[in-house]
Structure formats: structure tokens, C-alpha cells
């Protein structure tokens, strides 16, 4: 049997509560979408959806295995990797299809023909589409569904890691277990018309200070008054012109604070847990400095640095995805995050081209009403399935 065959042959669909949910999930993936999210895979707890995953792959005669952090990884053609990660943020969403009323002749509003038979269509009921509710079916489930039937059909390598949404472990592991791909697609939601080119570096650490206790009525700063200066001086240091685009600037985070008299009563102390996101633009070292020359006592330790990401737009790679989209009707956007992913780590490890792509709106990331169209999703696996036939095929 055929790599390509045998995609179109899985039956991953599970038992629908009706009969409309059933016609919503008939269609390849769509099954092993609605069973990832139904997992819950939260950072540090991603096993069972890992496996589920796995027996897509060993299901359609693919090889697969779980490295020793746990990422899924299905070796294929290496001329692209695909790649997006099985972690989702905490927080429960209750796992449902509903029924999205749309445009009359497409899904969502956009462009599209309906297919006769039912295959891979994008919509159905006459004009409305369905949406999976559930955590992670944004970020980033959906892209990562999408890709492995992507590397089904087309042999592309296939990698789903661990730990992206928290200190990215098994993308770190990936760069430094196996030798590069010839090109790496990231999966996070940019929309299935629009290609990720650009991401921010992330420096984040721990502000520590102590002083001596004492009378509140005394007019010396006490460590808490230290704290608050010095991220004062940082905020001020990195305030940027109002003309300044988000991406191209150095934005500033406390995600933590804490202060008080020490278990002894000798001293006060103070810590400020703060994040900095660093554009193409400057360098995590460039940043880190220019925050250290704020202190005025106090010592700041940080955490291993995310450096930022742009890709070149004219690329093959990003334009194999331009050919695709219109393919489907669209009209490509070109994007830049102002958050940071995994393809940062691959990109500096990695002189290969890359993009970032998947089915998704990235506005719903994390949200408490994070929710898919699967005609969306469809049409994300077919653009997949598409750039990685390129890809593999070296059809320029």
C-alpha cells in the first residue's frame, strides 16, 4: 500500500453523539483532530496524546517513535520537516462541534467551491460550516493534526514536540539529536492563508535585591522600592516612539513580584520575575545589556535566551505556500508574530529555510473560547499537502 493510498483509507472518526457531528468529522483527520483535542495535554503531561498521534503514523504504515523527551517523530523524505508541538496551555474548554452559520457558497466567509462528494469539502449542511471547540484546537492541535496527514500523504518528516508552550524542550532536544532538514515548516496558526515569517527572541529572568530592615517612618528605599525602580528604569529604557510597529520593538513584562521581611525579620527582600521580547532588529545580548546597566544593586539571572527569527520572503519555501493558497482560492498574507515559537530555536540551529504555517485564527490562542473550522482545517491539509509534494517532488 502507498504512503498516499493509505492516507485516504484511515478511519480515525470517533463515535459522534449525532448524526450531524458524524458528518462533520467525515473527512481524513478531521477523526485524530477531534481525538487530540479531547486529550488533554497540557506541557509536562503530553504522553497520552503523543501516543495517539503514533498509532496515526503506525496505522498508515509509517515508521514512528517517542524520543527520550517524549516528542512524536515520523521520519520521511528529509527535504522538509514538518513540525508543531502536542503541549497546550492549562485550562479546560469543553470539547464540542457547532454549527457556524457562513457566507452562502463558502466557509466563513471566504472563497469556495464545494465538493460533490463530500471528500475533502469545506462545507456542508447547505452552507454552514462546523467549528471543534477545545483546548489547543488553535494552538496548536490543529496545525499539528494537519501536518501529519500532510507527512501521510506526501512521506514528509514528521516531528510533534513537547514543551513548547513552556521552556520548548523538545524542540531543544530535536536540534541537537538529529542532523538538519533540508527545509522546516513550524506549525502554529497563521491563518490558512497566511505564512509566518518572522517571530520575536525572548530573554526572560529574576530581579533579586535585598536591604536592611527597619522603621517604615525612615526615608531610605527598602528592597521593595529597589524592585519597583529598577524595572521602572527598564520600562523607560525600552520606551519605544509611538510610530514604532510592535514587532520592531523591545516590549517589556514583570510576570512576577514578590516582597517583604525575610523568615528572620533582618532584612527585606524582593524578586521580580520579568520577560523582555527582543526583534530582528537587536539581539538577546544587546538587550540583556542594556537591562543590566539599569541595576543599581540588586543582580538579575537569566534564563536561556530565545534569539528572533525573519524569514526571506522571496524564498522557495514561502513561495511554494503563495502557489498553494491561490491554489485553494486565496490570497496569501505575508505575516510577523510578536511572540516567539520553536522555529526561533530551529532557525538559530539551523541554516535551512523555514516558515510557519498552520488552520487556525492565533487571536483565539490560549482563549477561553478557543475554537477551529474544520473547513479551515481541510483547507490547511490540502496547502500542506501541496508545498510538501513541491518540496519533495524539487519542482520549482
Not at 26 to 44: A, E, F, M
Not at 196 to 212: A, D
Not at 214 to 243: L, M, V
Not at 384 to 393: E, F, N, P, Q, Y
Request: hydrophobic share 35%; charged share 25%; proline share 6%.
Amino acid at each position: 500500500m502507498s504512503v498516499s493510498e493509505s492516507a485516504e483509507n484511515v478511519t480515525d472518526i470517533p463515535e459522534a453523539s449525532d448524526e450531524r457531528h458524524h458528518t462533520a468529522l467525515n473527512t481524513v483527520g478531521r477523526g485524530l483532530l477531534y481525538d487530540l483535542v479531547s486529550i488533554p495535554s497540557p506541557s509536562g503531561d503530553e504522553q497520552v496524546a503523543a501516543e495517539r498521534l503514533a498509532a496515526f503514523f503506525e496505522a498508515n504504515d509509517r515508521e514512528v517513535f517517542l524520543d527520550d523527551v517524549g516528542n512524536v517523530r515520523a521520519p520521511g523524505n528529509d527535504a522538509v520537516l514538518l513540525t508543531s508541538h502536542v503541549d497546550t496551555v492549562p485550562g479546560e474548554v469543553p470539547v464540542e462541534i457547532r454549527t457556524a452559520e457562513t457566507e452562502a457558497g463558502g466557509d466563513s466567509g471566504d472563497e469556495a467551491a464545494v465538493d460533490d462528494d463530500g471528500g475533502d469539502g469545506d462545507v456542508v449542511d447547505g452552507g454552514n460550516d462546523h467549528e471543534l471547540w477545545g483546548r489547543g484546537s488553535v494552538d496548536a492541535t490543529g496545525p499539528l493534526a494537519a501536518m501529519a496527514v500532510a507527512a501521510v500523504r506526501t512521506g514528509a518528516s514528521f516531528v510533534g514536540v513537547v514543551g513548547e508552550e513552556t521552556d520548548s524542550r523538545g524542540a531543544r532536544y530535536l536540534v541537537e539529536d538529529r542532523s538538519p532538514p533540508e527545509a522546516v515548516i513550524n506549525g502554529e496558526p497563521s491563518g490558512w492563508d497566511g505564512i509566518t515569517l518572522g517571530y520575536r527572541g525572548f530573554l526572560s529572568g529574576t530581579y533579586v535585591t535585598t536591604s536592611e530592615s527597619g522603621h517604615t517612618s525612615r526615608p531610605e528605599p527598602n528592597a521593595i522600592q529597589d524592585a519597583i525602580a529598577w524595572w521602572n528604569r527598564i520600562e523607560a529604557a525600552f520606551d519605544p516612539d509611538e510610530w514604532t510597529p510592535v514587532f520592531e520593538q523591545v516590549t517589556t513584562k514583570p510576570v512576577g513580584f514578590d516582597g517583604g521581611l525575610s523568615a528572620d525579620g533582618l532584612s527585606v527582600e524582593a524578586t521580580v520575575d520579568v520577560q523582555l521580547r527582543v526583534p530582528p532588529s537587536s539581539t538577546v545580548e544587546a538587550v540583556r545589556e542594556r537591562a543590566e546597566a539599569e541595576l543599581d544593586g540588586g543582580t538579575v539571572s537569566w534564563k536561556e535566551p530565545i534569539p528572533p527569527t525573519m524569514s526571506d520572503p522571496r524564498g522557495e519555501l514561502a513561495r511554494a505556500f503563495r502557489v498553494a493558497i491561490r491554489g485553494e482560492g486565496g490570497d496569501p498574507r505575508l505575516l510577523r508574530k510578536t511572540g516567539t515559537s520553536d522555529v526561533n530555536l530551529y532557525a538559530d540551529a539551523w541554516d535551512r529555510p523555514m516558515v510557519t504555517y498552520g488552520p487556525g485564527d492565533s487571536a483565539l490562542d490560549h482563549a477561553p473560547d478557543e475554537h477551529l473550522s474544520l473547513s479551515e482545517f481541510d483547507r490547511g491539509v490540502r496547502v500542506l499537502t501541496a508545498v510538501c509534494k513541491r518540496c519533495v517532488s524539487g519542482d520549482d
